[in-house]
């Protein structure tokens, strides 16, 4: 045991020890930056206490990624790195307005975290990897899926990232449907052929997992009051003209969207909760989405749901390997239950947000569609 390690006490999986390279990581400015990015933007205003931040996260999927590879008999201190720091580009309120900033900036998460880790952003991290002899560039190469199995233990069909924000997010918010086993899934995986695969005796422990995911989507990740809360902001920032404020954190770009006076009205309404309500709802169809957008003015946000940026099997990670009499069949081919997902997933709905003062201008302009 290391004398110089230490316990990170979390309240999800226990005790987590924490020593070395991994321990320094943590102590930089940008992975503290972390503490004050919440893990579900302003989920909290519809779950008062999802309050927990990428910071604790990030540690989680660093857990959870040590016991992949201790189950799989592999060492990799660089996977262990990839998996701590695969957040720490992240933008402020997390996804919450990404596609505001890689709309307006054509930056992602990912890039702006690879950035911080190769050097090109100033920051203490690539000399401490350097220091305990952690190859950087596979740590890049992990994160960017080009490693196999060590980028599938972060980032794949049954990842350590999402094992710890189902059961994570779930804990927060007081739901129990995403409250998987990530240890019963972990000692169900095998490597087959250099890729992460299922043993037969865990199919039904991942059509739970996909199911868990499903209904967290539904549920949380999608209610609509989140998504009106989120719309909101990206309002806030488009009004604000707030394009390179990515690398800010929460209290940073909300302290910037109420001090502007383009944007600090509905700034103020998010703040105090005084949210916009679903005036119109319809079956999507894209010719009506046009229309409506085309029509209605900016005292409206037109929203879908299902986002349509949500889609595609690689989404819901139907297509996890299953080890089938030595044979590998997807989740979807050996599961009639994974397979109706995709199709669960592909119903969408148009929404139009506004306040109620509002509703009367709304029918009026609809009724001239």
Same mark, same amino acid.
């Given at each position: 045991?290391?004398?110089?390690?230490?316990i990170?006490?979390? $309240?999800?999986?226990? *005790?987590?020890?924490?020593?070395?390279?991994?321990?320094?990581?943590?102590?930089?400015?940008?992975?503290?930056?972390?503490?004050?990015?919440?893990?579900?933007?302003?989920?909290?205003?519809?779950?008062?206490?999802?309050?927990?931040t990428?910071f604790?996260?990030?540690?989680?999927?660093?857990?959870?990624?040590?016991?992949?590879?201790?189950?799989?008999?592999?060492?990799?201190?660089?996977?262990?790195?990839?998996?701590l720091?695969? !957040?720490?580009?992240?933008?402020?309120f997390?996804?919450?307005?990404?596609?505001?900033y890689?709309?307006?900036?054509?930056?992602?998460?990912?890039?702006?975290?690879?950035?911080?880790?190769?050097?090109?952003?100033?920051?203490e991290? *690539?000399?401490?990897?350097?220091?305990?002899?952690?190859?950087?560039?596979k /740590?890049i190469?992990? @994160?960017?899926?080009?490693?196999?199995?060590l980028?599938?233990?972060?980032?794949? $069909?049954?990842?350590?990232?999402? %094992?710890?924000?189902?059961?994570?997010?779930?804990?927060?918010?007081?739901?129990?449907?995403?409250?998987?086993? *990530?240890?019963?899934?972990?000692?169900?995986?095998? /490597?087959?052929?250099?890729?992460?695969?299922?043993?037969?005796?865990?199919?039904?422990?991942?059509?739970?997992?996909?199911?868990?995911?499903? @209904?967290?989507?539904?549920?949380?990740?999608?209610?609509?009051?989140?998504?009106?809360?989120?719309?909101?902001?990206?309002?806030?920032a488009?009004?604000?003209?707030?394009?390179?404020?990515?690398?800010?954190?929460?209290?940073? %770009?909300?302290? %910037? %969207?109420?001090?502007? $006076?383009?944007?600090?009205?509905?700034?103020?309404?998010?703040?105090?909760?005084?949210?916009?309500?679903?005036?119109y709802?319809?079956?999507?169809?894209?010719? @009506?989405?046009? !229309?409506i957008?085309?029509?209605?003015?900016?005292?409206?946000?037109?929203?879908?749901?299902? $986002?349509?940026?949500?889609?595609?099997?690689e989404?819901?990670?139907?297509?996890?390997?299953?080890?089938?009499?030595?044979?590998?069949?997807?989740?979807?081919?050996?599961? *009639?239950?994974?397979?109706?997902?995709?199709?669960?997933?592909?119903?969408?709905?148009?929404?139009?947000?506004?306040?109620?003062?509002?509703?009367?201008?709304?029918?009026?302009?609809?009724?001239?569609?």
């Amino acid at each position: 045991m290391d004398m110089n390690s230490k316990i990170v006490q979390d $309240p999800v999986f226990g *005790p987590i020890r924490a020593s070395g390279a991994i321990l320094e990581i943590m102590d930089t400015v940008d992975f503290q930056r972390l503490r004050y990015i919440k893990n579900l933007g302003l989920c909290y205003l519809v779950f008062p206490s999802a309050n927990h931040t990428r910071f604790e996260h990030s540690i989680g999927t660093y857990h959870l990624a040590g016991m992949y590879l201790d189950h799989l008999g592999i060492r990799s201190d660089e996977t262990l790195v990839a998996a701590l720091l695969h !957040d720490v580009g992240h933008f402020p309120f997390s996804h919450t307005i990404e596609e505001f900033y890689y709309r307006n900036g054509r930056v992602d998460h990912l890039g702006e975290g690879i950035k911080i880790i190769n050097g090109e952003r100033e920051s203490e991290i *690539p000399s401490i990897l350097e220091r305990h002899s952690i190859d950087a560039r596979k /740590v890049i190469r992990i @994160l960017e899926g080009k490693e196999n199995v060590l980028s599938e233990v972060v980032s794949g $069909p049954i990842d350590a990232d999402e %094992l710890d924000y189902l059961r994570r997010d779930s804990f927060y918010c007081g739901v129990s449907i995403g409250f998987v086993n *990530p240890a019963r899934v972990i000692s169900v995986s095998a /490597v087959h052929d250099n890729m992460m695969v299922v043993e037969e005796k865990g199919l039904s422990d991942i059509e739970s997992l996909l199911i868990s995911r499903f @209904l967290m989507y539904q549920a949380v990740y999608f209610h609509k009051t989140c998504r009106i809360a989120n719309r909101m902001l990206e309002r806030a920032a488009v009004l604000s003209e707030a394009y390179d404020t990515y690398m800010m954190n929460d209290q940073e %770009l909300t302290h %910037l %969207l109420i001090s502007d $006076p383009r944007s600090r009205d509905i700034m103020e309404n998010i703040l105090n909760r005084r949210l916009m309500k679903v005036l119109y709802k319809v079956k999507y169809e894209e010719s @009506l989405k046009r !229309d409506i957008e085309g029509t209605l003015s900016d005292r409206f946000i037109v929203d879908v749901i299902p $986002p349509l940026s949500f889609r595609g099997k690689e989404r819901l990670k139907t297509q996890v390997g299953v080890l089938l009499e030595g044979k590998i069949a997807t989740g979807e081919e050996s599961s *009639p239950l994974v397979n109706a997902l995709n199709s669960a997933i592909e119903r969408r709905y148009l929404y139009v947000y506004g306040y109620r003062e509002d509703e009367e201008e709304l029918k009026r302009d609809l009724a001239s569609i």
